[in-house]
């Protein structure tokens, strides 16, 4: 069973910049697109990033690119998530995920087994 462990969130004011890591299990890391989903209270989730196994192609949404960076490190199969530039509306709980690929920014077919998330707070 496919799983993760999200780190790294806090609470910083806006301008500020966080690192999250997630580190994940259970299945074989090089065979998946892996990548960040977001939630905030009342929103849908939003795919932010995907990172493609097969060559690497890295997908952004628009609400984070230029501010935020994936990378993965297949070898210890953990994925993070560099963020700077942080703006409130960036306020949500963040997840990693694992699937068949990248539908741009969004993990298609994410595995339903999901981490505790880490969350990040932005203060104005």
């Known amino acids: 069973e496919a799983r993760f462990v999200e780190s790294g969130g806090g609470s910083v004011q806006a301008g500020g910049s966080l690192r999250l890591s997630c580190a994940a299990s259970g299945f074989t890391f090089d065979d998946y697109a892996i990548g960040w989903f977001r939630q905030a209270p009342g929103k849908e989730r939003e795919g932010i990033l995907c990172i493609e196994s097969s060559d690497g192609t890295t997908y952004y949404a628009d609400s984070v690119k230029g501010r935020f960076t994936i990378s993965s490190d297949n070898a210890k199969n953990t994925v993070s998530l560099q963020m700077n530039s942080l703006k409130p509306e960036d306020t949500a709980a963040y997840h990693c995920?694992?699937?068949?690929?990248?539908?741009?920014?969004?993990?298609?077919?994410?595995?339903?087994?999901w981490g505790q998330g880490t969350q990040v707070t932005v203060s104005s």
């Open positions: 995920a694992a699937g068949m690929g990248c539908a741009r920014s969004i993990v298609a077919a994410p595995f339903n087994s």
